[in-house]
């Protein structure tokens, strides 16, 4: 019961400071020009680096149904769920943060700006979450495998 907690307060932590940080570059025109990093606002009309932009406003009920599906995997596949709670927590709350920028903006806000040396896509704070909790599950699985071999 304790890491259903925990996943929550992971959930609304993620969730509230990249809805936070959006806002302000929405509302407020935040920025920041740098020699290798820029804060500039960006609407993203598609998934990862726009792809899928022809989906328009059906984007956003795709990836609400994905967000859904999963919440029924793990429903019935609870190990999985406690052995990924802290990763689970943080896809959840990136995801759904981008997917409510569809709603409310039309598109996903985006602002930070890679330039140095190669010019890279904008992505946000969410965006950045979401690879984290990638990370985390890829080296539990690793760390998992590597566990498997040293007992057998």
Do not use: C, P
């Not at 929405?26 to 598609?46: C, I, M, R, T």
């Not at 979450?129 to 007992?151: E, R």
Request: proline fraction near 0%; charge should be positive.
């Amino acid at each position: 019961m304790k890491k259903i907690f925990l996943v929550f307060f992971i959930f609304a932590t993620v969730f509230i400071i990249d809805q936070f940080i959006k806002y302000g570059f929405v509302y407020f025109d935040w920025g920041y020009e740098g020699k290798v990093l820029s804060l500039q606002l960006a609407y993203n009309y598609g998934v990862a680096f726009s792809m899928f932009s022809f989906f328009k406003e059906y984007l956003k009920f795709i990836q609400l149904i994905m967000l859904f599906v999963g919440v029924i995997y793990l429903y019935f596949n609870k190990s999985v769920f406690y052995k990924y709670f802290v990763a689970i927590g943080l896809l959840y709350a990136g995801g759904l943060s981008n997917i409510l920028d569809r709603f409310t903006y039309g598109a996903v806000v985006d602002y930070i700006y890679w330039h140095y040396g190669f010019e890279f896509a904008i992505f946000n704070f969410a965006d950045m979450i979401i690879n984290l909790a990638v990370v985390i599950i890829i080296y539990q699985q690793l760390f998992k495998k590597k566990d498997k071999k040293t007992s057998v």
